[in-house]
C-alpha cells in the first residue's frame, strides 16, 4: 500500500494568466464538449465557502478522433468580496480514473 503524495514536475500550478490560458486553449481546443456538474455540499464558514462535487464529462476533439470520458470530483473554495460577491479562492479537482501505468 502507498503512503504519501507525488507531484509531477510538469504537472506544478501555473499562476499567470498567460500560462492558464494557454493550458486552457490546449485542453479545450476545437472539441465539443458534454458536461455534468453535480455540486454534493456546500458550506460556510465565515467569509469563505467550500463546494465540493463531482464532474462527469464527454470530449468529442474536431478531428473525429476517439471521445474522452472524464470522471473527477472538485473542492472549489470562495471568499466573500467586499462589497458582498463571492470569487473563486481556490479550486482544485483530480480524475477519479487510476494512474496511467
Known amino acids: 500500500m502507498r503512503t504519501g503524495h507525488s507531484f509531477r514536475r ?7 494568466k498567460s500560462a492558464i490560458a494557454s493550458r486552457l ?14 455540486t454534493e455540499e456546500v458550506r460556510t464558514v465565515g467569509d469563505l465557502a467550500f463546494a465540493r462535487g463531482t464532474i462527469v464529462a464527454e470530449k468529442s476533439p474536431p478531428d ?3 471521445k474522452q470520458l472524464i470522471d473527477s470530483k ?4 470562495f471568499r466573500m468580496q467586499t462589497d458582498g460577491s463571492w470569487k473563486i479562492y481556490r ?10 501505468k
Open 25 to 38: 486553449d490546449a485542453l479545450i481546443g476545437g472539441a465539443r464538449w458534454e458536461i455534468t456538474i453535480n
Open 74 to 77: 472538485f473542492l472549489t473554495v
Open 91 to 100: 479550486d482544485c479537482f483530480n480524475s477519479n480514473k487510476p494512474p496511467v
Open 64 to 66: 473525429g478522433a476517439e
Open 10 to 16: 510538469a504537472n506544478l500550478p501555473s499562476l499567470e
